[in-house]
């Protein structure tokens, strides 16, 4: 089981900036790649970035490339979101979740591969 914990969400304006973090307990954190997703009022879940288990490169949306940054520490089990120059579209609830040891963007990208979810923070991005 892995229990997963969102922070850092909030109100900003448009072309602030935004670090959330997904902080992991449970089992070996390192085993698991890691999503975050979004999903806005009337939307579908949708992925933002994601990043495999054994690190290297995250993977992110076409609308969110060159604007947001995924990492992981494993030392603190931590991986983080940092948004910049956010724009009223990026308003949503957004979602880490874990997939242990799944290495391909197509799975990383299906909201349904996941096994565990946090609870979801909110991010209002006002005009």
């Known amino acids: 089981q892995v229990q997963l914990v969102e922070s850092g969400g909030g109100l900003v304006q448009a072309g602030g900036s935004l670090r959330l973090s997904c902080a992991a307990s449970g089992r070996t954190f390192s085993s698991y790649s890691m999503g975050w997703f979004r999903q806005a009022p009337g939307r579908e879940r949708e992925l933002v970035a994601a990043i495999r288990w054994r690190g290297g490169a995250p993977g992110y949306a076409d609308s969110v490339k060159g604007r947001f940054a995924m990492s992981r520490d494993n030392a603190k089990d931590t991986v983080y979101l940092q948004m910049s120059s956010l724009k009223p579209e990026d308003t949503a609830v957004y979602y880490c979740?874990?997939?242990?040891?799944?290495?391909?963007?197509?799975?990383?990208?299906?909201?349904?591969?996941?096994?565990?979810w946090g609870q979801g923070t909110q991010v209002t991005v006002s005009s």
């Open positions: 979740a874990a997939l242990m040891y799944r290495e391909s963007f197509s799975d990383l990208r299906r909201p349904r591969e996941y096994d565990y």
